[in-house]
């Protein structure tokens, strides 16, 4: 079967750098995704990668191993805006979205 | 958990017809549903809310007639992409607004639908 794995929630220090992890199992790989989501708002999309490396953007970073199924997603400075749910997302062979089920983080002041 | 599907998965039509899409919340009431277009290595696009019993609200862009949205139940949305042409092939992927304990509220995604038009 197809999965996608996160932690269900972190907490971090404000100011503090933070690495959300995601690993997944697709039939066939076609790209992952990260996207943030605050509370009752729709998720906003922060990075996609295809190749293998780190793609970085602002205080972002998003990192992809495809021999791995492995990614992360790297906060730094963190702020307490950026306290909200990030969605892990990979899409298979078929191109159909399969979604981790997100990091719920915490920042603290 | 909150599980979503969408119906078909993929999809495809002759220009100049219609496509509907449904959206199911499985084992929750949704009384808000979310339809999304994602093209080839872009993002999520939200195309409009869709609210049970009332009209959709569309965002920016997006033309209400060509996508017609109805929300009849609390547990199905449906996306009509109306005279549907080449451009309009993309990934439509909708998600359902869950209630959690407390107050709280999350997105639950469905696994999208692939819609190429010839």
């Known amino acids: 079967g197809q999965n996608i794995d996160q932690p269900t929630e972190m907490t971090a220090t404000e100011g503090a750098i933070v690495q959300i992890n995601c690993t997944y199992q697709?039939?066939?790989?076609?790209?992952l995704f990260w996207y943030q989501q605050h509370a009752g708002e729709a998720p906003t999309f922060l990075s996609y990668n295809v190749l293998d490396g780190l793609e970085e953007k602002g205080r972002f970073s998003s990192f992809l191993s495809r021999s791995k199924g492995y990614s992360y997603l790297l906060l730094k400075e963190l702020q307490m805006k950026d306290s909200a749910s990030y969605l892990c997302a990979v899409r298979d062979s078929n191109y159909q979205l399969i979604w981790g089920a997100g990091t719920k983080l915490i920042i603290k002041p | 958990g909150a599980v979503v599907s969408q119906h078909p998965s993929w999809v495809i039509c002759k220009s100049g017809t219609s496509v509907k899409i449904e959206c199911r919340s499985l084992d929750f009431q949704a009384t808000t549903m979310f339809w999304y277009r994602q093209f080839p290595k872009q993002s999520l696009m939200l195309m409009a809310t869709s609210n049970e019993g009332s009209k959709a609200t569309y965002e920016q862009g997006v033309e209400k007639d060509k996508f017609l949205i109805n929300h009849a139940s609390l547990t199905l949305s449906t996306l009509t992409v109306t005279s549907a042409h080449p451009e309009d092939s993309s990934f439509y992927i909708c998600s359902a607004r869950y209630y959690l304990a407390g107050g709280h509220n999350e997105q639950f995604f469905g696994p999208g639908t692939r819609l190429t038009v010839l």
């Open positions: 697709t039939s066939g790989f076609n790209g």
